[in-house]
């Protein structure tokens, strides 16, 4: 298991490899993927049990569902980094026959990926159906799941939430990425979440908060919401985060959500992330 130490160099590599990946194609989402690179780091470092020899069927581990698919950099650049494959296949992130599609997806078997998840509001009703299977199999193990806040705007999230809470689905814990901002600008202007703490409560779920790029919080809260599974309710995480966290240019605004660096911008970008590891 890593210590803190080295989950903050770690999550400085995954955005180094997320900057340089979305650079080389010209293509790609590095804004969400920054600003959750301190949460996934944690999850496949520290918090989750998983088996880097991938099965599908993912018995007698801990299972992980990106929901919010366009961050795929980060998921892949985690994947890789925790040996799920060689990461010098970062290097065919977006390009022709690769498996590291810009969203991803399960025809090309990349290890570590169950789901196809281009499209939002999916990911939390696999997650739901996972952790449900884990029950049935009397298997112990937990179901984790990441989704963005803009996604919320998307009504099977709110039929999945009441399920999970009504089948006692406590055996998953779903994060949100809450950066208040999507790909046409703040949440609070395309359409307000307003408390998102009063609204999972009233749909009966146990809620906890986290600064999601402080990695001593990340830790702490994700194994506070391990202590608090097997009590009749499912547990959300909202996670704040900063878009574009780490990179001072990128911070802040829905304009990175989707857009590459130039070549300058990388420099600066790689020039603010040091990191003992090797680039690929």
């Excluded at 391990?226 to 704040?240: A, D, N, R, V």
Aim: hydrophobic share 40%.
């Amino acid at each position: 298991m890593a210590s803190i130490s080295d989950l903050k160099n770690i999550s400085s590599q995954v955005r180094r490899d997320i900057v340089r990946m979305v650079h080389a194609v010209q293509s790609g989402h590095p804004g969400g993927s920054l600003g959750c690179a301190d949460y996934l780091t944690a999850l496949y470092f520290h918090s989750m049990k998983h088996d880097t020899h991938f099965s599908m069927d993912a018995r007698n581990e801990d299972v992980f569902f990106l929901s919010n698919g366009h961050i795929s950099p980060l998921f892949y650049s985690v994947l890789a980094r925790s040996g799920y494959f060689d990461v010098k296949e970062l290097a065919t992130f977006r390009k022709l026959n690769t498996r590291l599609q810009g969203h991803p997806t399960t025809h090309e078997h990349l290890p570590g990926v169950r789901i196809a998840s281009g499209s939002l509001g999916q990911g939390l009703s696999v997650a739901i159906g996972a952790a449900l299977t884990k029950k049935l199999n009397q298997d112990p193990h937990l179901v984790f799941s990441l989704h963005g806040d803009g996604e919320l705007q998307e009504g099977q999230i709110w039929e999945a939430l009441l399920f999970a809470a009504h089948n006692k689905v406590d055996n998953l814990i779903s994060a949100i990425d809450v950066n208040g901002q999507q790909i046409d600008g703040p949440t609070s202007k395309v359409l307000g979440l307003d408390s998102l703490r009063a609204k999972f409560e009233a749909f009966n779920w146990l809620v906890l908060d986290m600064n999601g790029n402080d990695m001593d919080d990340v830790i702490a809260v994700l194994d506070k919401a391990k202590s608090m599974t097997g009590q009749g309710k499912p547990i959300c995480i909202l996670m704040k985060t900063e878009m574009g966290k780490g990179v001072d240019f990128m911070e802040g605004s829905h304009e990175w959500h989707g857009i590459a660096p130039n070549d300058d911008q990388l420099a600066k970008a790689l020039a603010q992330l040091p990191s003992t590891l090797s680039d690929y």
